[in-house]
């Protein structure tokens, strides 16, 4: 899908004598990542001729805008050297010098910054149009996994959170664990394979109360998922042993590890404000379920409430009869 001329439309900073073959692999490994992000179903829709209709030109846009800044993501550390017979050099022809290193991670941080835009603007596009191969692939099924879905929900529901979507795709796996096992107890399991059935099925109706419970189930999903990530954050693990990630690199506002005490209260208050949303999905079904409306957990709140806990005086010294 990438060609030069969408490259050098979309890369407003690429130089105009930079041909396709130079960064060619980059673009064909973009292609791919953008592929499994999408689903074959949209990203072959999206290569069709009936992607290029006034109602899907923005989305096709934003596509080639998402794969191109990727594209140059992967080629922009290898474009300082050349290889030749002589080894590794770095080219510095008589009118141009090489940047600084503060300008190299700025430019890359920037990098960044625009596929994040890209592809966020991307899947708020898609969920406008709503094209008919997207709704009934899997690929829709993959991307409503999980009642929090992007960098950018996660950022409307954690505002520190930010719109990062490396950081979104290392929650997953603890996005997943807090939904399978904390909210599906917390809604009973019946309860939460119902609402989850439907968060996945196109066109689904949902009703005032559904879209309530809902809306305070991904608040909670949100910051429990952050608090159980919140450990290893800061941490990267390889061959060589445990170490703590910090980045100084000459940008200025150099960024490194909080100390001891700032982590902790971040951490307790975190904990303090998943917990108050937890709670807040326990008091709203108290209220509103029925046995028509959300009927297990309606039982379950009836057989909580008519069960008598036995007296326990093990350990007591004196007993008042």
């Known amino acids: 899908m990438l060609t030069e001329d ?88 008589n009118t141009t010098i090489a940047v600084t290193k503060w300008e190299y991670v700025d430019s890359r941080d920037a990098n960044l910054s625009m ?10 596009e898609l969920e406008a149009v709503r094209p008919d191969t997207w709704v009934d692939s899997e ?26 979507y490396r950081f979104f795709q290392k929650l997953l796996v603890h996005i997943e664990e807090i939904e399978d096992e904390l909210i599906a107890t917390t809604l009973t399991p019946q309860l939460y394979q119902v609402l989850k059935q439907k968060w996945r099925t196109p066109r689904s109706t949902w009703s005032f109360q559904e879209e309530q419970l809902i809306s305070l189930v991904r608040k909670a999903v949100a910051y429990l998922a952050i608090d159980k990530a919140w450990p290893y954050l800061p941490l990267s693990f390889s061959e060589i042993g445990l170490a703590e990630r910090r980045q100084k690199d000459g940008t200025g506002g ?20 998943a917990q108050t949303r937890l709670d807040r999905i326990t008091s709203y079904l108290d209220q509103v379920s029925t046995p028509l409306l959300f009927p297990s957990y309606y039982q379950r709140l009836q057989t909580s409430s008519t069960t008598v806990v036995a007296d326990d005086f093990t350990n007591t010294a004196h007993v008042i009869l």
Request: aromatic letters at 12%; hydrophobic letters at 40%.
């Open 115 to 124: 596929l994040d835009w890209s592809l966020e603007y991307f899947w708020r």
């Open 6 to 93: 969408i490259l050098k439309e979309q890369l407003g900073s690429l130089q105009a004598n930079m041909s396709l073959e130079t960064i060619n692999p980059f673009a064909r490994h973009a292609e791919r990542w953008f592929r499994a992000e999408v689903g074959v179903d949209l990203f072959t829709f999206l290569k069709s001729d009936q992607a290029s209709q006034a109602t899907y030109k923005e989305l096709l846009w934003l596509a080639q805008s998402c794969m191109a800044w990727q594209c140059f993501v992967l080629a922009f550390p290898h474009q300082k050297f050349r290889i030749s017979d002589l080894g590794m050099m770095k080219s510095t022809p």
């Open 254 to 273: 150099e960024e490194v590890a909080a100390d001891k005490d700032q982590r902790n209260n971040l951490r307790l208050t975190i904990a303090r404000d």
């Open 139 to 164: 690929g829709y099924r993959t991307r409503n996994q999980h009642f929090v879905r992007s960098a950018d929900e996660l950022g409307q529901l954690v505002p520190m959170a930010g719109r990062n």
